[in-house]
């Protein structure tokens, strides 16, 4: 049996697993891995940083002779947390909405799908500005501000899917046999909407972290400790760039391999359970 | 006609709901007076006090907040957009954003040019060749480049063709000759256009392949017409539909990475206002800026609707 999940999913997908698990463990056990301390100097007598990768600094350091390794895994552990509770919220609040609207359908689905619209056509970098800009620069208003930002477009999936699944017979079957709304819902629709859903978390955890990049970019990402979107800003400057490459394009090169594992794999398992993509 | 009036409703409501989430959203949280006077705001000496009564009297801030919204709506709505909150209020926003706007237009109208040449040939060329080697090869490249963050990619372009390269300038003059400033805006519109390239080519690649399969293009084969041709001609155009339709909701996504990649090349246009305007909590700024970018939305969608009608007849109604 699992022979044939891998052969169906393909190595690549594992690769991809791999890579997603290595770079959380490394985050996740950050403190107590024999790395380099990331707020550390380590100037070298008679040279002047940053110091271009080598043996003692494997991604070399940056301007102030800061560990660029280090700076990248300890930049792991806030990206991936905006990523991962910035969907997790999105999921929540987003396909509950969504499920509800889509299986009672009537006012309540046009006053929500109203509201998703309303979202949608807001650009969601311009409300993730107006957000981290008018309350506090915090690791959670960050994660949560991008949160709300993925509620519009996984309720959207969520409603979808729901109304291509109310009217089969099961749902009618359960309604027959007298099961309220409420176990309908959890019991009947939600084991079939979370599959296309799971998917997309992998493309929002994705979103997420470069959202938080791109935040980086204007100023406006979380303040205290490195992020892969601020260590990539702060050799992304024309002289840094010219003289000191490798500090914008080690955290560029983790992030890419990290966005693109998490597309392929969301990709993957959306193919593997031939979710079509249903009213996107 | 019946469903021109819906869809008219639709998009007003929409822009009063955008209108008022930001100027509720802005009011409630922010605090325009520091904006306006400075570190006096805080004061409470009588003098300061004074001040700050006369600051809300002039721009309204004195108001509830239903009012002040009506008032603004109706200068907007005659194409008034109020004075800024700083110290002098001045220039208005009107003049701020008529010298702003045209930059960030020419920016993403670029993007979309140069994403749209590279796009049709691309997805002609593979949706020929339909899974040999090239195909395959394509189709890996343009998921790695819609996977690439835009400010990667900005970076990377950047190195390439700025440094390393050279060819292109790194500045933008706002006071350079308008080809001069094409040519500055050259890399950004750039960054902008590859990724979104990327998604034009899979979806047109996949329509081209559909299209190729009907008996229409069996027909046209059989008469004789060129291999070539026929791609030109008898499938290019009733495979556009995705293609158009994404491009106009494309629009809205690429607006946002624009703010990004403005702010990485420097140039001064609406993305860069906004995050100033936002930082500094002037809101008469934002608003504009928020009401123009969805304006402009409501719009391309709307055009891409009337576009369908035009290449499928079928669509009239």
């Known amino acids: 049996m699992s022979d044939t999940i891998t052969k169906r999913l393909g190595p690549l997908f594992w690769l991809a697993v791999g890579w997603l698990a290595i770079v959380s463990l490394l985050a996740l056990f950050a403190p107590w891995l024999p790395i380099k301390d990331p707020d550390s100097y380590f100037l070298v007598r008679g040279e002047r940083p940053p110091y271009s990768p080598s043996g003692t600094h494997w991604f070399g350091t940056d301007q102030d002779a800061r560990d660029m390794f280090a700076r990248i895994i300890y930049g792991a552990r806030v990206s991936l947390?905006?990523?991962?509770?910035?969907?997790?919220?999105?999921?929540?609040?987003g396909g509950t909405a969504g499920i509800v609207a889509g299986y009672l359908r009537g006012?309540?689905?046009?006053?929500?799908?109203?509201?998703?619209?309303?979202?949608?056509?807001?650009?969601?970098?311009?409300?993730?500005?107006?957000?981290?800009?008018?309350?506090?620069?915090?690791?959670?208003?960050?994660?949560?501000?991008?949160?709300?930002?993925?509620?519009?477009?996984?309720?959207?999936?969520?409603?979808a899917t729901t109304l291509a699944y109310a009217d089969r017979e099961f749902v009618t079957a359960a309604r027959a046999i007298g099961a309220g709304d409420r176990r309908i819902i959890v019991r009947e629709l939600l084991p079939n909407v979370v599959i296309p859903m799971g998917a997309l978390a992998l493309l929002g955890m994705a979103v997420a972290i470069v959202?938080?990049?791109?935040?980086?970019?204007?100023?406006?990402?979380?303040?205290?400790?490195?992020?892969?979107?601020?260590?990539?800003?702060?050799?992304?400057?024309?002289?840094?760039?010219?003289?000191?490459?490798?500090?914008?394009?080690?955290?560029?090169?983790?992030?890419?391999l990290t966005v693109l594992a998490l597309n392929y794999a969301g990709d993957r398992i959306r193919s593997y359970y031939d979710v079509r993509e249903i009213g996107l | 006609m019946n469903y021109w009036v819906q869809r008219l409703t639709a998009s007003?409501?929409?822009?009063?709901?955008?209108?008022?989430?930001?100027?509720?959203?802005?009011?409630?949280?922010?605090?325009?007076?520091?904006?306006?006077?400075?570190?006096?705001?805080?004061d409470t000496k009588p003098e300061s006090l004074e001040k700050v009564a006369a600051a809300k009297e002039l721009y309204h801030l004195d108001r509830p907040l239903p009012e002040r919204y009506v008032r603004w709506l109706g200068d907007m709505v005659t194409g008034d957009f109020g004075v800024q909150f700083s110290s002098t209020g001045q220039p208005p926003v009107s003049d701020l954003v008529v010298e702003r706007f045209p930059r960030s237009l020419t920016l993403l109208v670029m993007a979309q040019l140069l994403a749209s040449m590279i796009a049709i040939p691309w997805a002609l060329i593979t949706a020929a060749r339909a899974n040999r080697p090239a195909d395959?090869?394509?189709?890996?490249?343009?998921?790695?480049?819609?996977?690439?963050?835009?400010?990667?990619?900005?970076?990377?372009?950047?190195?390439?063709?700025?440094?390393?390269?050279?060819?292109?300038?790194?500045?933008?003059?706002?006071?350079?000759?308008?080809?001069?400033?094409?040519?500055?805006?050259?890399?950004?519109?750039?960054?902008i256009a590859l990724p979104a390239a990327a998604v034009y080519q899979r979806l047109l690649r996949t329509d081209l392949i559909t299209t190729l399969q009907e008996d229409f293009i069996l027909m046209a084969r059989s008469k004789g017409v060129s291999r070539r041709r026929v791609l030109l001609r008898h499938a290019l155009r009733p495979s556009l539909f995705s293609f158009i339709t994404v491009f106009g909701i494309n629009t809205g996504a690429l607006i946002g990475g624009s703010l990004i990649v403005e702010s990485i090349f420097r140039i001064p246009g609406?993305?860069?206002?906004?995050?100033?305007?936002?930082?500094?909590?002037?809101?008469?700024?934002?608003?504009?800026?928020?009401?123009?970018?969805?304006?402009?939305?409501?719009?391309?969608n709307v055009v891409v609707d009337i576009v369908y009608t035009l290449i499928d007849p079928r669509v009239r109604r």
């Open chain 2, 136 to 191: 395959r090869i394509s189709t890996i490249n343009s998921f790695l480049l819609i996977a690439m963050p835009n400010f990667a990619l900005a970076v990377i372009l950047k190195y390439i063709f700025g440094i390393k390269l050279g060819w292109f300038p790194l500045t933008f003059k706002a006071t350079d000759p308008w080809l001069t400033r094409i040519y500055q805006t050259f890399l950004p519109a750039l960054t």
């Open chain 2, 270 to 300: 609406l993305g860069s206002a906004i995050v100033e305007a936002i930082l500094r909590e002037d809101f008469p700024v934002v608003l504009a800026i928020v009401m123009i970018i969805t304006t402009a939305f409501v719009i391309v």
């Open chain 1, 211 to 256: 959202a938080e990049g791109g935040l980086a970019f204007l100023g406006l990402s979380v303040e205290k400790g490195p992020t892969w979107g601020k260590l990539i800003l702060i050799g992304a400057g024309s002289r840094e760039l010219e003289k000191s490459p490798w500090i914008a394009f080690g955290p560029i090169i983790v992030l890419f």
């Open chain 1, 81 to 93: 947390v905006i990523g991962f509770v910035a969907i997790a919220f999105g999921m929540v609040v």
């Open chain 2, 12 to 42: 007003i409501m929409l822009l009063l709901a955008v209108s008022m989430l930001t100027f509720g959203a802005m009011n409630l949280l922010g605090d325009p007076l520091f904006n306006i006077l400075g570190p006096a705001a805080a």
């Open chain 1, 107 to 159: 006012r309540t689905d046009k006053v929500v799908s109203f509201i998703f619209i309303v979202f949608l056509s807001f650009p969601s970098l311009v409300l993730a500005i107006l957000i981290t800009a008018l309350l506090d620069r915090g690791l959670v208003t960050i994660a949560l501000t991008l949160g709300v930002l993925a509620v519009a477009p996984v309720g959207r999936l969520a409603r």
